[in-house]
Structures are given as C-alpha cells and as structure tokens.
C-alpha cells in the first residue's frame, strides 16, 4: 500500500485500524494477518493466502447461488460476525468482494479498512461502506454499532440468491434513496424461498433495534431462524461440512482464481516519513 496515497485519501487512522483488528483476530472465518513490514514508501500486510479467489468472482461467473450455497457462505460470514461482534468490533464493509475462499472452499472475512472496536454501548459516526450495503442509519447520521453489520448480511443473502444487492441506483445518491424506501419496496424474485425472505426482511429492518440478530438472544437468533433449519453449525466450525463449491487450486502459489490487475502504470510513489506509520 503507498503511504503517500494513504495521506492523501486520509486513511491512516483505518489502516491502523485493520493492523490492530486483523493482527489480534483468531478465528477460522477471517483471514489471518501474520506479520507487517513498512518501508520509506510502502506499507506491506503479509496475510494467508486464500487461494479460491473472491466469492463475487464465483457468483459473477454463476449468475447466482441457490439456497443451499447461499446458507453455507452466510453460514460462515455468521460466525465471523459472532466473534468480531462479541469483542465489540463493527465490519462495516460487508460484500462478496471482501470474502475470500481458501482451498477447502471455506469463506473468510477479509479488508478490515473500516472495522472498528466500539465501546459497548457506544455508536460511531463515520460514513462508511459500499453504496449498495449501507444501513440507512448511516446514511441519516444516525449513528451506528454492530446491527449495521446485520442489515448488510441481509444485503447479502440477496445478492448471493439474485446476483444483484436489493438496493441499486444509477448512482449512490440514487441508491441512498431506494435504501431509505425500505426493503419492503423492493420486489422479491420468486426463486427466493419464502423463509430465505422473512430472514432478508428482519435483517433489513428500518429500526435497527429490531433487527434478528440485535436482540435479546443475540446472533444465536439467526441461526435458529427457520431458513437455518437442519444446518449443521457444529459441522461447519469443525470444518467437516463439505463446501457447496470447491475451488481448482494446482499449487501454493496458483493465483487462477483471481482476476488479473493491470500492472501499476504510476512510477514510484514519494516517500512518507513523517512517522504516522511508527506503530506499523
């Protein structure tokens, strides 16, 4: 990462962030962060390779999931949650872009830029997110804390069920207001099943207090809900539930899962030695 791009978009207090998160994270649904190193120019994160690529690449490929690929990787995006929401830390960045596949076809949690540790019983005010997944707390400064998460989780089971986010505009603006609309205007495909829909709808609640998962019983609420049904959570943390799709991994080091980047036509960016980076 260029630390002088960094400065310039003023993310050095996110970036600090994700060191600190990612770094202390133990849990098999986020992608573990091992070791960072920093240089006059750069910042360098050396994170577990998670070889099957981007989930968004898969359902761009596919169209989209049925329901039984789209419970596994909720499923897994699930506890995640359950164990960054239990130390107080909000994701805020929740789509398929950002979970990662490794070579069981196990989903991890990964790009912590705007995860954040709240105080418990605290509210933070950054806007922040992807256009498509934010609450509409966030989008009427409200203030927000981890039932955020639990509105951008329904997002997702759409999406992952559609191939398209419920909420989408010609652009933000645009999709700020059909958020603010409510889910109950959206129209429901009928490949949805109908207990995979009352999910959606109780995790897209307007009020964040009452969406499933910020009540009493907690994220437990979720899991017990109808569309989980016969899921084996014990077999999923265990890891000896078999992924509805399995990735083609030739080597440590095969890369085919990925799309290709254009190589970074800008010369070597300035040097950064102003210290803000010091704890990195």
Same mark, same amino acid.
């Given at each position: 990462? $260029?630390?002088?791009? +960094? #400065?310039?978009? &003023?993310?050095?207090?996110?970036?600090?962030?994700?060191?600190?998160?990612?770094?202390?994270?133990?849990?098999?649904?986020? #992608?573990? /962060?091992? $070791?960072?190193?920093?240089?006059?120019?750069?910042?360098?994160?050396?994170?577990?390779?998670?070889?099957?690529?981007?989930?968004?690449?898969? /359902?761009?490929? $596919?169209?989209?999931?049925?329901?039984?690929?789209? &419970?596994?990787?909720?499923?897994? #995006?699930?506890?995640?949650f359950d164990y960054l929401h239990s130390r107080n830390i909000i994701y805020r960045d929740l789509k398929p872009e950002n979970l990662l596949l490794d070579v069981s076809g196990y989903v991890k949690l990964v790009d912590f830029g705007f995860a954040k540790k709240l105080q418990h019983g605290r509210k933070?005010?950054?806007?922040?997110?992807?256009?498509?997944?934010?609450?509409?707390?966030?989008?009427?400064? &409200?203030?927000?804390?981890?039932?955020?998460?639990?509105?951008?989780?329904? #997002?997702?089971?759409?999406? /992952?069920?559609?191939?398209?986010?419920?909420?989408?505009?010609?652009?933000?603006?645009?999709?700020?207001?059909?958020? /603010?609309?409510? +889910?109950?205007? +959206?129209?429901?495909? &009928?490949?949805?099943?109908?207990n995979a829909t009352y999910l959606i709808k109780k995790l897209c609640r307007d009020n964040p207090a009452e969406r499933l998962g910020y009540q009493k019983g907690g994220i437990s609420e979720i899991q017990k809900h109808k569309w989980f049904d016969g899921f084996n959570w014990e077999g999923l943390r265990m890891r000896t539930l078999t992924p509805p799709i399995i990735p083609k991994v030739r080597s440590v080091t095969d890369t085919s899962n990925f799309d290709e980047y254009p190589p970074d036509a800008d010369g070597p960016p300035a040097d950064d030695l102003t210290g803000w980076d010091a704890d990195f």
């Open positions: 990462m $260029k630390k002088s791009q +960094i #400065v310039e978009t &003023r993310q050095q207090q996110h970036i600090m962030s994700e060191k600190e998160i990612m770094g202390e994270a133990n849990c098999e649904f986020i #992608v573990k /962060l091992y $070791k960072t190193f920093k240089d006059r120019k750069y910042l360098y994160m050396l994170m577990e390779s998670c070889l099957g690529g981007e989930l968004w690449t898969i /359902l761009r490929d $596919k169209g989209h999931f049925d329901d039984s690929t789209t &419970r596994f990787y909720t499923a897994c #995006v699930i506890e995640a933070t005010w950054t806007f922040c997110g992807t256009p498509e997944y934010v609450a509409p707390e966030v989008i009427l400064n &409200r203030g927000h804390d981890i039932s955020a998460d639990y509105w951008s989780l329904g #997002v997702l089971m759409f999406e /992952l069920l559609t191939g398209t986010p419920p909420f989408t505009g010609a652009d933000p603006m645009k999709t700020y207001n059909i958020i /603010l609309k409510g +889910i109950d205007a +959206i129209e429901f495909p &009928r490949n949805i099943t109908r």
